[in-house]
């Protein structure tokens, strides 16, 4: 966990940078790398002191970057919060062991008993899990609401309604949320505002300047970048920053530093590797696009994605992940079409450099206030780093092994 620069300093620091020049600078001020590149990995559970004074001042300024005790952070777990309000904004960053546990750990920090929320329909599975069984246990009701609801949202407010949660775009089915719309009523209402941020990354849309109060990231996904870390943030504006950063520490949420520097090396090559994604995941979604088999390209850069208007308003680029529908009549067995890729193979967590897919049967049992008007399956694919002319054969073959003819 990091402590607040105030805004006007890291404003000083890097806001009249470009985006390329703060990946590759974020986070590495002289405090933290002692003149070398990278940050060291500091190990520590316990932190000595000489003296009564040294021991009171860091007691005194345990929630801020010093050295206090291991579960506070050390260097490298400072360097990587700096490193991550610096790109998404905000002006803390609270760190926990998984996605998951930032996205659970946010809530409760901003709801009590008695409390209600609003919860999105698309949400990450085990958010929703969370919610009905967790939050539900603690006397929190949830109500789930359409993605694409607006404005619409202030119709769901109760007189309890505390927390206003987004994900942008929806887990598998990839609507874009209109959040400074959700943001500004919430906001209106006395809500805390928080969003799940992790297909953007830190870098694709900038969350705090659309009304957002706590940012979230998976930065499992396209932060490490390489398939080989668990491990999530939480970003807070200043008037939700104490009160995560303190629930969260209550919580004993805390991250290996060995992590935290491979999520920081991840962080260097961001920006290469999400236009790379990008571009390929582009001609990948605009090839299937023009196959017969597909129904429909659940790609927010594409206008048949519900809520792409707010997309091209809202973000400054996609990545490798996306959805597309299969038309029922040529996906009888999609399993000839999942079975013998070569590249895309099936797996949950994507945003490393390997490609992925997954198919859903059943999408709308997913969901409980909004229907699913497809019939066929859904397959989302993360597009890797591999050449996009194989990925292409690949998924050409797999067609071909669906119609019977491979
Ligand atoms: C993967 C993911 C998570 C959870 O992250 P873990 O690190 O796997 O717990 C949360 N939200 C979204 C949108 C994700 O894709």
């Known amino acids: 966990m990091s402590n607040p620069k105030s805004p006007e300093q890291s404003r000083e620091s890097n806001n009249t940078q470009k985006q390329d020049t703060k990946i590759v600078n974020a986070g590495r001020s002289d405090k933290w790398t002692n003149g070398v590149v990278n940050p060291a990995v500091q190990r520590a559970s316990t932190v000595v002191f000489d003296s009564v004074k040294q021991m009171k001042h860091a007691t005194a300024n345990k929630a801020n970057q010093v050295l206090f005790y291991g579960r506070r952070g050390t260097s490298t777990s400072f360097a990587f ?19 998951t546990a930032a996205i659970t750990n946010a809530i409760l920090a901003f709801v009590k008993t008695g409390d209600h929320i609003l919860m999105v329909d698309t949400a990450y599975e085990p958010t929703r899990s969370f919610c009905d069984n967790i939050l539900a246990k603690m006397g929190v009701e949830t109500t789930y609401y359409d993605p694409v609801v607006g404005a619409g949202i ?3 407010i109760k007189g309890n309604t505390s927390l206003v949660f987004l994900e942008a775009p929806g887990s598998l089915t990839m609507e874009v949320q209109d959040i400074p719309a959700i943001s500004e009523i919430a906001h209106r209402h006395g809500c805390s505002v928080l969003l799940d941020n992790t297909w953007a990354s830190p870098i694709n849309l900038k969350p705090f ?37 303190e629930s969260s520490y209550t919580m004993g949420q805390c991250t290996s530093p060995d992590d935290l520097y491979l999520a920081l090396r991840g962080i ?39 809520g792409h208007e707010q997309f091209k308003r809202d973000f400054l680029g996609s990545n490798g992940l996306f959805s597309f529908v299969v038309k029922p009549e040529f996906a009888k067995d999609i399993t000839a079409f999942l079975d013998g890729m070569h590249h895309f193979k099936m797996g ?19 969901r409980t206030a909004t229907d699913w008007q497809y019939q066929g399956p859904l397959v989302r694919l993360h597009v890797g780093l591999e050449d996009v002319d194989d990925l292409i054969e690949d998924l050409a073959k797999g067609f071909e092994r669906l119609a019977g003819k491979a």
Request: charged share 20%.
């Open 268 to 306: 260097r090559t961001l920006g290469v590797r999400m236009k790379q994604h990008e571009q390929s995941a582009l001609k990948v979604a605009k090839w299937l696009s023009e196959r017969e088999e597909v129904e429909t390209i659940l790609h927010p850069a594409f206008p048949s994605c519900p």
């Open 81 to 99: 919060s700096d490193a991550m309000t610096e790109l998404e904004g905000g002006v803390g960053c609270a760190l926990y062991p998984s996605g």
């Open 154 to 156: 202030e119709s769901l």
């Open 209 to 245: 300047e659309l009304g957002v109060d706590v940012s979230i990231q998976a930065a499992t996904k396209y932060v490490v970048g390489h398939s080989d870390v668990m491990l999530g943030t939480a970003t807070a504006n200043e008037a939700h920053w104490p009160q995560l950063r």
């Open 348 to 366: 949950y967590s994507w945003g490393g450099f390997e490609s992925l897919i997954l198919a859903m049967q059943n999408v709308g049992a997913m």
